[in-house]
């Protein structure tokens, strides 16, 4: 059975046509009287029932035509429903516009409205969706309908991106379900809505006990809380069954998701760590050496692996230099950091064990299964903010981005998520980073050269000076940019003084340093963009929090910070990869975002959203993750419940990271 499958057609409710009258007349032209006989009827219902809603559409369709409203417009109601359930969602449509609400009865028209909910989610319109479901019910109801109601909202909240509203309604339509399969399937799903939400979302806004939603939502932190520690965890549900005597929460679920988390929960006796300790990337090896050794430190001592570095600063070592690791004992490996480096792995067919390789490479041929990669990417920043922007309500964006390739895959990223939502790119101009002239590209995205040379014509045309004020385009939502701070700090005023101060402007998190500077960023007041939680939100109780690492090791370069926090995540990812393969849905809170995998095992981060306040972040929330681009096998469930989110418990560091064991051979 599969979760999110549509409840369309309660067909029981065809009695209302049927149980009104055994037949119904009207006139037409010829001055002959057409009748619908109960058989008519229940033709059609047998149609619906052995799944042919093709067929079940057209006979309603011709049963329409030769009656009168109300009744017509209930017989178009059936017909769009067949249709939509015959993936006709024109025919639904055309159907649905001929429909008059007013000569429905509630119970009808929340059928309709759940027809061109179901329409407008096909269309990624989820918020047209929600609006169309947010009326009270009527308490006749048919419970069939009840559960087609919460599933059509918790399927749109979910695509849209608000994964605790859909929970709810998930755990509405858990209470209204009685048969055992269907009841684990929408737990499962509850579970995966919320575990899904990062811990802090969750301790935020859950509420006090003994309420259903709030123990499905204290259940959820402790599965994302798991670390291999089952007896503490066991702990745990012992002391939640206490808050919550009479949750409904199945037992089979419970015993399911913890089996599945000690199957997938692995963590190597023997760890391998391929660096650079010269070249291009040394610096950069540096600050991820010193996050992945704050994180192992982190770890109790009983727990850590035994772990060895290895200089990878000659690309053309990669595959002996892996071989060599794993002949000495390496049952993972994190590295190499290198494009070059991580193509040669994934050209290579079969992993012997395991890679999480840190940078990310376009996938020429499928990558070896055991293959995983872990970059900063600028592209999934990219495709996030297009996604904020459009919940944002807007429609029609301009893009200004940096010449060269890193500007232009933000573009190309940007510009292929928001034309994917139906939405529209005016226009797109690139600027010089390095060079002191960037007034030309604004005036042109904003077309004020044109508004210049109309202004130039006239000159010449009436042979005079007269009062001008150029004005910029009129058919923009607002402003997208891509750019390394200096440039941010520029870009920023030049629209405004071009005439763009009302215009909202997005960026990427390479706009911001990483350390509030009011004086600095003043020039970025308003300016919304997202960044890694690690910069972005404060947990001094945290042993890995910035605060506090950068106490302990004072060394370490601003410019490199994103790069530390990623270092930290590679080393707490290792364990949780089985569980994150297992489903997109799968997430990790890391330092550097909420962490998952697509098929091809490449890792994406959710980041935190922040507007510019008086030169500082304010902090807005976490990047919503639309999913409008997966189908609906992509929400199936196995037949055995598996885990969600987990984030590690805190616990001590120690006050100094020793030096890393010498690199080289055994």
Known sequence: MQLFKRFLIPIGLLALLIGCEATTPVKEQTGQIPTISEEELEQGLALTQAGNHRAAAAHYERLARQTAPPVQDDLLLYAAESHLQAENPAAAAQLLAQIEPNNLTPISDLRRRLVAAELAIDSNRFQEAQSLLIQPLAEETPIDLLKRYRETRARAFRLAGNLLESARDLSELDLLQEDPEARLLTQQGILQELT????????MLQPEPPGIYGGWMELARIIKAYEGDTGSTRGHLNQWKERFPVHPVLPELLEGY??????????????????????????????LRD????????????????????????????WPLYQEAIDAGAEMIIGPLSKEAVSQLARAGELSVPVLALNQVPPETTPPEDLYQFGLSPEDEAQQVAEQAWLDGHT??????????????????FRDRWESLGNTLLEHQTYNPKGQELSSPIRTLLNLDESDARHRRLRGILKTNFKFEPRRRQDVDFVFFAARPVSARQLRPLLQFHHAADLPVYTTSHAY??????????????????DMPWLLTSDSENPLSRQQLTEQLPGIAPRYWRLYAMGIDSFRLLPHLGRLRSSPWETLDGHTGNLYLDQINQVHRRLVWAQMTQGRPKVMGYAPRIESGLTETDYELPELPIPRVMEAAPTTAPAALPAPQPTGSP
């Open 258 to 287: 913890f089996q599945r988390l000690q199957a997938q929960y692995k963590v190597p006796n023997h760890l391998a760590v391929l660096l650079p300790q010269s070249g291009p990337f040394a610096g950069a090896a540096g600050a």
């Open 196 to 203: 899904t939400l990062t811990d802090v979302a969750l301790s």
């Open 513 to 530: 340093t990483g350390a509030p500077d009011p004086v600095e960023d003043r020039d970025l007041e308003g300016l919304k963009f997202l």
């Open 291 to 318: 996050g992945l050794l704050a994180a192992y430190y982190n770890t109790p001592a009983d727990k850590r692996p035994q772990l060895r570095f290895y200089d990878s600063s000659n690309t053309t070592d990669t």
């Open 396 to 413: 029609r964006a301009v893009v200004l981005t940096p010449e060269g390739s890193w500007g232009d895959r933000i573009h190309e990223s």
